[in-house]
């Protein structure tokens, strides 16, 4: 089989997993009785900033099945993962402020919706990127960046975060990490 075709397999399979992956992480924080290292990984509350661990984590843990499976065979795997990663994250959250701002409200639905479409637009990029683009060494480097920079800032407001709405849970009004569960 072919590399590129062996992408795309593996690709899809990320994007099932992340998915999967993404949907077991948002209860693991609750079910773990509020541990706080599982908090650093997991959503601990319902904000949208929170949330967005839902692509970051799972595109963390698939990425390294997917270097193993294709990614070594492109030099710029790492950018094109760390650059998809972002985007699908920025896609759920511009989609979460623009319709939840259009309608007043937001829905359990097409937040759903919108998790799955940042899961599969992050496949879809890392995948263009890797075949229809030049991404080198270079932007690896700049994705293994963008990458750790974003874990270290999602631990850091988990912990610390800013009182701006982007952190405040709807439902207890609080922001960050709750004192009880």
């Known amino acids: 089989m072919n590399i590129k075709r062996k992408a795309e397999k593996t690709l899809f399979f990320s994007f099932l997993i992340s998915v999967i992956l993404g949907t077991l ?3 693991a924080f609750q079910y773990s009785g509020g541990n706080t290292v599982i908090g650093a990984f997991a959503p601990v509350n319902e904000s949208i900033w929170e949330h967005l661990k839902l692509i970051l984590i799972p595109s963390i843990i698939v990425g390294f099945v997917e270097y193993f499976s294709f990614g070594k065979h492109y030099s710029g ?25 259009i309608v007043g409200t937001h ?8 998790f799955i479409g940042g899961v599969g637009l992050t496949s879809l990029i890392t995948y263009a990127l890797l075949t229809k683009c030049d991404v080198g060494e270079r932007e690896s480097i700049i994705g293994i960046l963008i990458i750790t920079f974003l874990l270290i800032i999602f631990m850091y407001f988990t912990f610390h975060p800013p009182m701006l709405e982007l952190f405040r849970d709807p439902l207890s009004e609080d922001f960050g990490i709750p004192t009880q569960i």
């Open 25 to 27: 992480l948002h209860f």
């Open 77 to 101: 795997y790492f950018g094109a993962k760390g650059f998809a990663t972002l985007i699908g994250m920025l896609f759920v959250l511009s989609g979460y402020y623009t319709y939840s701002g």
């Open 107 to 114: 829905y359990f639905v097409a937040d759903i919706i919108l």
